[in-house]
């Protein structure tokens, strides 16, 4: 197999947001880029330049149509909560044919190729409330994070002690059901009537909090930017949310600080 360059990575995930762009389009589904993702927009009208991979958002309602009913044209997959066929806390649509991502198993126990992740924004509690919430929410976290470990100790030629040990381990520290502990986290993220809350925040991933919190009122209006030649969509107000979360977002981070994940990707 020959390992891809960052270039073809990033064109390879054009791609899938395209496929996934015009199945929103046609199916009424709001969805925004995202984090880097948004600001490779807002900035340089595509990636960053360092960047590998593509990042959008969801309302809750709109996430959960899409991930019961997405039909991908071009054969991609999907991965998601609600399907039973995903460990992780949110979606992500795949591709099996023509790529090969090694690193741990992060949605199901089987690699997969080359992905976009999609990120539910969801009603959020009040703020007495919010630091407990994200307590039980990073303990499960913990917990799915010791089984992906486990799934990828498994996969290897290790001696069988030493995987008894690791299962030992992670029975003393809770559910090694992975499956129960996500539907856990699940049920606690969504909690809250995404329609009847005043802000709103994307909790099935915790590295933001509690910046990644903004008024609902944000996610109620979209507008078109220039994404690599193509016109995506954005919230309108993008300014806002971004420099909630980054603050001047617009000034690039030190060059230490442009890094891109580690797996290694390869074309089939």
């Not at 809770?174 to 606690?188: A, C, L, M, V």
Request: net charge neutral; hydrophobic share 35%; with cysteine.
């Amino acid at each position: 197999m020959k390992e891809m360059t960052l270039r073809e990575i990033q064109l390879f995930e054009l791609d899938i947001l395209k496929d996934v762009h015009e199945f929103c389009m046609a199916n009424n589904i709001r969805y925004s880029l995202a984090y880097g993702t948004l600001i490779g927009a807002i900035r340089h009208k595509g990636f960053l330049p360092w960047d590998d991979d593509i990042d959008i958002v969801m309302p809750r309602p709109d996430y959960d149509r899409f991930c019961c009913s997405y039909k991908s044209k071009a054969g991609y997959e999907i991965f998601a909560p609600a399907l039973d066929n995903s460990y992780l806390g949110y979606a992500r649509v795949c591709d099996f044919k023509k790529s090969f991502v090694l690193s741990i198993p992060w949605c199901t126990q089987s690699p997969t190729g080359l992905w976009i992740d999609i990120f539910p924004m969801d009603g959020l509690t009040a703020e007495e409330n919010l630091r407990k919430v994200y307590k039980r929410l990073r303990h499960f976290e913990k917990q799915r994070m010791r089984i992906r470990l486990q799934i990828e100790a498994f996969s290897k030629p290790i001696p069988l002690y030493q995987k008894f040990l690791i299962m030992m381990r992670n029975a003393l520290h809770g559910s090694t059901n992975i499956k129960k502990i996500t539907d856990k986290y699940e049920k606690i993220i969504t909690a809250d009537d995404y329609e009847k809350s005043s802000h709103c925040g994307n909790r099935s991933i915790l590295m933001d909090f509690p910046r990644d919190k903004h008024p609902r009122s944000v996610f109620e209006h979209y507008e078109t930017k220039e994404f690599e030649g193509l016109q995506l969509m954005v919230i309108s107000e993008y300014d806002a949310c971004l420099r909630a979360i980054y603050g001047d977002y617009m000034t690039p981070p030190p060059e230490e600080e442009r890094v891109q994940h580690p797996q290694k990707i390869y074309w089939l």
